[in-house]
Structures are given as C-alpha cells and as structure tokens.
C-alpha cells in the first residue's frame, strides 16, 4: 500500500511525451513521519498512523506532543499492510510513480447557505406574468396527506452546501518531483487551494 499527505496548490496543463496537454493538479508533498504502526494482535487491525507539515509546539496539547515528539499539523491513519515500517521512519513521495492509479480524499470548498437552485438544481419558477418574487423558490414541499404534517426526511431545501468530504477513485499520477517535493495528478481535486489531500494506491 502506497499513501501519502499532501497540500492541493493550483491546477496547471501537463504535455506528456506524446505532446497531448492534460488537465493537472499541482499536490505539495512533505516526508511523513511514521508516529505510531498498528498491528491486529494488539490493536484489532493493522495500520499505520503517520504525521505531516510541521508547525509551531506551542500549537499542540501537550499529550499529542507525548506521541508525536515533535510538533505537526495533520495526523492520518492508513488501514492495510504495515509491512516492515517502524515508529519514527520517514516516507518520501518516491514510492509514487508517473501513471500509477490513485485514490483522492479532500473536503470540498464550502459554499455557505445557498438556495435550492445552487445546491440541488431546481429550474425555480416560471419567469412569465403573474410571477412575483419567487423565480428562486422551492415550490410546495408536501402536505399532511403524504407525510403526516411534517418534513420527511431527506427533503431538498435550501441549507448550507459544500465543505464535504469527497474521495476520487482511479486518479492518474501523471508526474513526480521528489526533489521539490511535487506530484502532479490528473484532473482537478476536492478543495481550494490549501486543502489537506490524502492519497492512497492500494
């Protein structure tokens, strides 16, 4: 199992050998630091737990501080295979390769209270006489005869939307700069630029 943690930074185009351009997205990646490895005899299931991007101790409680030694941002868990990583080994975006196929969780960019039209689609009133501050409106959402009087559950309303968490599957890797510390996937990713990313090849 390959994984790591990454900061989305901005999309750009990618030309590969052939010359055909490519939609990409530029992921900053830091060494992980493994901070504690799981196995199923003592935990129930065997994981790695790493941590990335290091920041400020006064940042971190003091029991985090206890575990980890050293001050860091984000802490993940990766269920599956442990293989032969111990407690405090580094992991370096080189065990990812130019078209390895990849999964991508992030959370989305949050979009605040928005309307039925935004966030569910509604094609809202008709736009002809007669029709008077109501283009935007939801329209009738049922009565007592269908749902007792009440608001069944899962009703599109109005509400806020985005700031999910999202997983993308069969995600290419189409470049790798160890050096910087740069991967380059296909496609655009969840998220604004900053977003946390996590990406695992099982």
């Not at 575990?67 to 407690?87: M, N, P, S, W, Y």
């Not at 966030?119 to 005869?145: A, L, M």
């Amino acid at each position: 199992m390959k994984f790591t943690i990454a900061v989305k930074q901005n999309m750009t185009q990618f030309f590969d050998e052939e010359g055909i351009v490519h939609p990409a997205t530029i992921l900053k990646a830091e060494p992980l630091t493994v901070t504690q490895v799981k196995t199923k005899d003592k935990d129930g299931y065997d994981a790695v737990q790493v941590a990335s991007i290091s920041q400020k101790k006064e940042r971190v409680s003091k029991s985090v501080l206890g575990h980890t030694t050293e001050a860091f941002k984000v802490i993940k868990e990766f269920r599956g295979e442990t293989g032969d990583l111990q407690k405090g080994a580094n992991i370096n975006i080189d065990i990812f390769q130019p078209g390895d196929v990849v999964t991508i969780s992030g959370t989305s960019k949050g979009k605040g209270f928005q309307g039925v039209v935004k966030r569910h689609g509604f094609k809202g009133g008709w736009n002809q006489h007669g029709q008077k501050h109501s283009h935007r409106e939801p329209g009738s959402i049922g009565g007592g005869g269908r749902a007792g009087g009440r608001v069944i559950k899962g009703m599109r309303m109005a509400g806020r939307m985005g700031s999910d968490r999202v997983t993308q599957k069969n995600v290419k890797v189409l470049d790798v700069d160890v050096g910087s510390g740069i991967i380059l996937v296909k496609g655009a990713v969840p998220g604004k630029r900053g977003t946390i990313i996590e990406m695992v090849q099982k």
